[in-house]
């Protein structure tokens, strides 16, 4: 059982900039592909950005793909996303899960949808 806690939400100002942090407790990222997600209220979770464990291929949902980034650390177990350009639209509970695939695509979120291990999600809100 691998579990994930997320880091780094909080109350931000339109335009801002926020770096959310997933921790692994598994005693590596290199055999799994670890995603983000967000779910707004009223709406359905919506994937944002995955990355492999092992190298450093990512993918975005297209609509993000210009203000958010995907990064790791491998050392650390830590894969982060860094939000740009916030706009009240963001906000909502950001999560991150992990499962056992081994290329980032728009397939892998509804893997890790049905399969994959979770935290518990940070709020993030962006409101002026």
């Known amino acids: 059982q691998v579990q994930l806690v997320e880091s780094g939400g909080g109350l931000v100002q339109p335009g801002a900039s926020l770096t959310l942090s997933c921790a692994a407790s598994s005693s590596t990222l290199d055999y799994y592909t670890i995603g983000w997600f967000r779910q707004a209220p009223g709406r359905a979770r919506e994937g944002l950005a995955c990355?492999?464990?092992?190298?450093?291929?990512?993918y975005y949902t297209p609509s993000v793909k210009d203000r958010f980034i995907i990064s790791k650390d491998n050392a650390k177990k830590e894969v982060y996303l860094q939000l740009n350009n916030l706009e009240p639209e963001d906000t909502a509970v950001y999560s991150c899960?992990?499962?056992?695939?081994?290329?980032?695509?728009?397939?892998?979120?509804?893997?890790?949808?049905?399969?994959?291990?979770w935290g518990q999600g940070t709020q993030v809100t962006v409101s002026s």
């Open positions: 899960s992990m499962g056992p695939y081994p290329y980032p695509s728009a397939n892998t979120f509804i893997l890790l949808e049905k399969f994959g291990y």
């Open positions: 990355i492999s464990g092992k190298e450093n291929t990512t």
